[in-house]
T-cell receptor
C-alpha cells in the first residue's frame, strides 16, 4: 500500500473549516483514499473515502487532486468534539489498513 | 444495532503467559480484523479474517495468532508474552467486500504485561 504524509499537528478555531492535507504521491490506480479519526482512548472512526472523485457526506468532504497524489479532508464547521488524530490511508481493498502517525487536530474555542 | 464488542476491556498478565482476546462483530459482518496500538509504533495491522479464513496478515511474529468462528466472532491469542506486547488491541468488523468503506472498531482490550 502507498505511504501517506500528513502534518503532525494542526489547530483550527471552533466554527471554522478545518482543512487537513495528505500527500500520497506513490498511490496506484486502484488504491482508494480513506480518512479515519481517533478520539483519545477510543477506536478509530470512519470518516470518508474515495477513489478519484470528490466525495461529501454528513461529516466531511474529501477533495482528491486530479493526479491523485494528494487529498484534503475538510470538516466544514469544526467543533470541540472534532479534536482528534486524523489518519489518511490508502488501500487496495479497504479491509487492511496501514495507519501512519496521522495529524493531531486541536479545535480551539 | 449493537456495535463491535471486545472482551475483556482490561487485563494484566506477566511475561511468559499467554492471553486470549475476544471480538464480537456487528451482526451480518463477515470480516474481522485486529490491530495493535502502542505509543511507539502507533496502529499496526495484525490480521484479518473473513468467513473463518485468514485473508490478510501483517508483520507480526508467530506468537500472535487468531481465528474466526462460524458466527464471525473472532479471537486472537498472544503466547509467551513479552513486555513489548503491552498495548491496546483493537478489533474492527466490516462486511468484508472490497472498498465498501467503513471498518467499525470496538473500544479495544488494553493489555498490560508485567
Amino acid at each position: 500500500d502507498a505511504k501517506t504524509t500528513q502534518p503532525t499537528s494542526m489547530d483550527c478555531a471552533e466554527g471554522r473549516a478545518a482543512n487537513l492535507p495528505c500527500n500520497h504521491s506513490t498511490i496506484s490506480g486502484n488504491e482508494y483514499v480513506y480518512w479515519y479519526r481517533q478520539i483519545h482512548s477510543q477506536g478509530p472512526q470512519y470518516i470518508i473515502h474515495g477513489l478519484k472523485n470528490n466525495e461529501t457526506n454528513e461529516m466531511a468532504s474529501l477533495i482528491i487532486t486530479e493526479d491523485r497524489k494528494s487529498s484534503t479532508l475538510i470538516l466544514p464547521h469544526a467543533t470541540l468534539r472534532d479534536t482528534a488524530v486524523y489518519y489518511c490511508i490508502v488501500s487496495y481493498t479497504g479491509n487492511q489498513f496501514y495507519f501512519g502517525t496521522g495529524t493531531s487536530l486541536t479545535v480551539i474555542p | 444495532k449493537a456495535g463491535v464488542t471486545q472482551t475483556p476491556r482490561y487485563l494484566i498478565k506477566t511475561r511468559g503467559q499467554q492471553v486470549t482476546l475476544s471480538c464480537s462483530p456487528i451482526s451480518g459482518h463477515r470480516s474481522v480484523s485486529w490491530y495493535q496500538q502502542t505509543p511507539g509504533q502507533g496502529l499496526q495491522f495484525l490480521f484479518e479474517y473473513f468467513s473463518e479464513t485468514q485473508r490478510n496478515k501483517g508483520n507480526f511474529p508467530g506468537r500472535f495468532s487468531g481465528r474466526q468462528f462460524s458466527n464471525s466472532r473472532s479471537e486472537m491469542n498472544v503466547s509467551t508474552l513479552e513486555l513489548g506486547d503491552s498495548a491496546l488491541y483493537l478489533c474492527a468488523s466490516s462486511l468484508g467486500t472490497v472498498n465498501t468503506g467503513e471498518l467499525f472498531f470496538g473500544e479495544g482490550s488494553r493489555l498490560t504485561v508485567l
